[in-house]
């Protein structure tokens, strides 16, 4: 097993309680590791034996797209639509961080890690 480590991607999006936060949106750091067998992608150099870091990519943004009350939810989705387009996925582990949460003080992000 090998994993696949897709760290950092960033979206404004619109996931929170607050009303404001659906309205006015705010910044969103991911880390994505996944675990599959590359054995075959590592012999044959085929984009197709292997997946693809793109897709993934692709899938969680149009996951982050839709709003969202709790970041549980978004995550959940994200995993969810993960294992359907690509069942050679073993585990998955996903953080989600919100930047600059509304909480009535000053920090840097809260964030959430789920696995399947």
Do not use: W
């Not at 950092?8 to 750091?29: D, N, P, S, V």
């Not at 870091?53 to 978004?74: A, G, T």
Request: aromatic share 8%; glycine share 6%.
């Amino acid at each position: 097993m090998s994993t696949i480590s897709i760290e950092k991607m960033e979206f404004y999006a619109y996931h929170g309680c607050f009303k404001e936060e659906q309205i006015i949106g705010t910044r969103f750091l991911l880390d994505l590791y996944i675990e599959t067998d590359t054995t075959e992608a590592e012999k044959s150099d085929k984009l197709e034996d292997t997946v693809n870091y793109q897709e993934v990519y692709l899938l969680v943004k149009k996951e982050m797209e839709i709003k969202s009350k709790l970041l549980e939810h978004v995550g959940r989705r994200i995993l969810d639509r993960l294992k359907e387009r690509f069942p050679e996925v073993g585990t998955a582990s996903l953080k989600i961080s919100k930047m600059n949460p509304p909480l009535g003080g000053k920090m840097e992000n809260v964030s959430l890690t789920l696995r399947t």
